[in-house]
């Protein structure tokens, strides 16, 4: 066959071998960069719909826990975790709503058996007082804080174990 044309490279191999790392090079740096961008898109995405919203499920929890039954957690979104959120704060308010259910009726019992003129203690089986009215407080100069919670017999007789039956 007949030669059409003729390419003559004049460039030293060296040279082409070092361009060649140099790009790699940027290519290796410009991957890294964009990985490490997406990466850091991760993490802001799983701290932003997770770790703080979690975070703050586990706040309300602890303050629910102290007695503080008007806690409520912020709800954004309509992922698992703002569902555990929506149902952590219907639980919290139907909680909350019996235990002011219960204040309100130990506070009408109260006040009932401060109304009888004479000593009036309420007994668990374990003997322990668990509510006094104020003439039984009266009767026996002590406090109600003194009684309830106590042994029965170690609040009115000074006896180390529970009376006789008979």
């Known amino acids: 066959g007949s030669v059409l044309g003729a390419l003559v490279v004049d460039v030293p191999a060296s040279r082409v071998a070092s361009d060649t790392w140099r790009g790699a090079a940027l290519m290796a740096l410009a991957g890294g960069t964009v990985l490490a961008i997406a990466l850091a898109a991760i993490a802001a995405n799983l701290v932003r719909r997770v770790a703080l919203p979690v975070g703050q499920l586990h706040k309300a929890a602890n303050a629910f826990a102290e007695g503080r039954f008007d806690t409520r957690v912020p709800v954004a979104g309509s992922d698992e975790v703002a569902d555990l959120g929506t149902r952590f704060n219907d639980m919290a308010?139907?909680?909350?709503?019996?235990?002011?259910?219960?204040?309100?009726?130990?506070?009408?019992?109260?006040?009932?058996?401060?109304?009888?003129?004479?000593?009036?203690?309420?007994?668990?089986?374990?003997?322990?007082?668990?509510?006094?009215?104020?003439?039984?407080?009266?009767?026996?100069?002590?406090?109600?804080?003194?009684?309830?919670?106590?042994?029965?017999?170690?609040?009115?007789?000074?006896?180390?174990?529970?009376?006789?039956?008979?």
């Open 93 to 166: 308010g139907r909680i909350g709503t019996m235990v002011s259910s219960l204040r309100m009726n130990e506070e009408f019992l109260q006040r009932t058996i401060d109304a009888v003129p004479d000593g009036i203690r309420v007994i668990a089986k374990d003997y322990t007082i668990v509510m006094v009215n104020r003439a039984h407080c009266t009767q026996l100069g002590i406090t109600p804080e003194q009684a309830v919670g106590k042994p029965c017999h170690l609040s009115s007789h000074h006896l180390e174990g529970p009376c006789s039956p008979r």
